[in-house]
């Protein structure tokens, strides 16, 4: 059985329990292999490089952009991964091989963007182009960084593992992400070796560019594909669970077990940070089953993502969803019963590029779900010139999901949880399908609604 398993980057911070829960477990001798491991990079190093995930605090990226000095900054930055580097040693990392390997790197990425700026500074090239390759090389750093590393305390434990390394900083080949990864990998007997990956792959049509953050578990798809994996595995700081822990607590949240690739795509269209959207599909299609993880647990199965699976008793899976939106309604006394009115509202979400998570239409007035993000903005600005009546409200969407909840009860239990918080349903939508009601709330109210939620329809009735 060959599996490909991606590390996320706050499970890359505690190493020691990657190596040892991961990595070794109860295996000896030649079950060490056939293990394809692709590594995110240490918790909050990309957020320095780049810009903070969550609050967009800028990083280096900014400095580069802005002609600042990042020349400084990546000399401290530096500095950061050493400290890092530091808390290894005890579990086997060469501190001196680490770190000449690492300030190469920083030292290439210095050269590099110094180039880059140059030829910026000539004025014949495209910026956003230029701006693009520094924020790429940059990311890159991060994944370098904790892939060499892993392979150096793994190699001095025992354990006979490659460093594959997918940053392209040494060649200047034209390759795309997939031609990178199918050489990469042609040759290898993953029986013989234990192949650490770093998860930023560099191609042709940029893993930033074309993916943004969370670009690992794009590799980690990619190369699941290529090897034809049994099954593709994502260690995380949580198991995927009925709702965040992070807001609920980890006491009530219920680890999810099974659930399919139709669950997968409502949570990576809500944004659910457990799994990135675009890294979901390839698998499904190659008929790879997703295993997540939790890292701190290794004796639990985690749950599997499969194509077929639905859950032989009526549940709801998982509640999810973003205080990061905006409702907007456009509304025409001309709507009712004009054809194809929808399609020139439309028009306008193609020309600015913008995808809605949820539709909901009655005679003369449709409300859409959107990112709170500049083109949503700009979107807005246009509908509102354009439309008789443009409303657009900052909101949050709150979704209740499961594989087998089409059946009388389930919405009305919903409702009744956020009924006796006192939080109003400012919008709702459902397919036929149902398997996921999603309600629009205001923001104030996003936590409470998925603990109210998670609390009503999650938790068994014998749980506290
Ligand atoms: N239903 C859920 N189950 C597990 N984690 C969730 C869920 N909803 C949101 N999360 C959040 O997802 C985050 C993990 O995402 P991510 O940033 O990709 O972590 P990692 O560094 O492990 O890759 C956690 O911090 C957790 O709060
Ligand atoms: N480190 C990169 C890539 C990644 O996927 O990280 P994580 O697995 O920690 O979300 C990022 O933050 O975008």
Redesign the pocket.
Known sequence: MLTVE???????SQFQDVMQNIIKGNRKGDELYNRIFVV?AY?NVTNWLLEH?KTGEPGIYNKFLNGEDYSIALDQFCQRLLLINDGFADYGLDLKEARDFIRFRVDQAKTLLYSLGKVLASGYVNRTDIHLAAREILASIGEAHSGWNSVNILNNNGINARFIDLCGFNDNEPLTIDERIHKEFKDIDFSKVLCIVTGYTKGTEGIMRAFDR?Y??VTFSKIAVEVKADEAV??????????????VGVEN?IP?GHTNYIIADQ?ADIG?????PKAAKPLELAGIDIR?KN?FEPDHPGTIISRDYISPEPRVE???GSRKVIAIEVHDPMMVGEVGFDSKIMSYFIKYNVSYILKSTNANSITMVVWDNENSKSLINILKDVFYKVTAKPMAIVCVMGTNIALPGFLYRASQALYEKGINIESFAQSMMQVNMQFVIVREHYEDAVIALNEALCKKPNEN
């Open positions: 991606k590390i996320g980057g706050t499970s890359m995110s918790n995930k969370g690992s578990e994502i260690h995380k700081e949580y198991h995927l669970s009925s709702a965040d822990p992070k807001i949240s999810v949570l659910m940070e457990a799994i990135h997540i890292t998982i509640v999810s």
